[in-house]
């Protein structure tokens, strides 16, 4: 007799008791898990085993958050983790509110790893992830996934664990360090850019003022050759004036000569 699960599925690794011959699987052949259905739900925070969902509350979110989303007044950091873990074990207003604030802060990782659609496929992004600087979000798009199996958990937070002793530690704040300088090399590209646009726009007002100083000297000279010329044409027509024009002592004795005899 063939054992089914709640969804009416095999559950994985069971052997088939069917008889042979009658078209089903191999009597004696495991049945491997299936791929989840397209569109099955994600797990929500209240459905996560006790460990995945300590491992969540303390790594996924900053404890500010945690202390905004609980509205307690515990000064204690370790004693306010503890009190939200209690809170979130099954469905209350502060599960989903941490839910929905979690699927918030790592929209990104849940939605590359919302791609993925077995269970090998999650586990091999799980290791690229795990030891780089997004291992938050790793962790709760691995755990929330609707492939990731016992098992698959199960590494997850053992590699959890291992990550946050001392090795692990000092690689993720080497990687923090690494993040902080190529946040700090961003920063400073973006301000060498802006220092060279603005460069570049003021050696081009430069060369628009230069080009219209030298087109205002262009003008200048021009209109100074022209009254130049103008001056010593009116020089020369003076200098031409004077030499047809009778002397002033002349004038006099020209009238006496074109006056009759006997007018007087």
Do not use: Y
């Amino acid at each position: 007799m063939q054992l089914l699960n709640a969804a009416g599925e095999t559950p994985p690794g069971r052997v088939v008791r069917g008889r042979a011959g009658d078209g089903g699987p191999t009597l004696g052949a495991p049945v491997h898990p299936v791929p989840p259905r397209a569109g099955a739900s994600r797990r929500r925070l209240w459905a996560l085993a006790a460990p995945a969902q300590g491992a969540v509350i303390g790594l996924c979110l900053p404890i500010a958050s945690l202390r905004r989303l609980a509205g307690e007044a515990v000064a204690d950091d370790h004693a306010l983790h503890g009190s939200v873990i209690a809170r979130c074990r099954t469905r209350t207003v502060l599960a989903e509110r941490v839910h929905q604030a979690l699927d918030s802060r790592h929209a990104l990782a849940v939605q590359r790893a919302g791609r993925l659609r077995t269970e090998d496929a999650l586990a091999a992004w799980w290791r690229t992830q795990c030891a780089g600087p997004e291992l938050p979000g790793a962790i709760w798009a691995v755990l929330t996934h609707p492939s990731c199996t016992p098992a698959l958990e199960h590494r997850v937070l053992g590699e959890v664990h291992r990550l946050q002793g001392p090795p692990g530690m000092a690689r993720r704040a080497d990687l923090a360090r690494q993040d902080e300088l190529a946040d700090e090399n961003a920063v400073l590209g973006r301000l060498l850019a802006q220092a060279q646009a603005r460069a570049a726009q003021q050696a081009a007002e430069h060369a628009r003022e230069r080009d219209e100083l030298q087109r205002l000297a262009m003008r200048l000279r021009a209109e100074i050759l022209w009254r130049t010329t103008e001056a010593q044409g009116l020089r020369d027509e003076l200098e031409r004036q004077r030499s047809v024009a009778p002397e002033p002592a002349a004038v006099p004795s020209r009238l006496a000569a074109a006056t009759p005899s006997g007018a007087s």
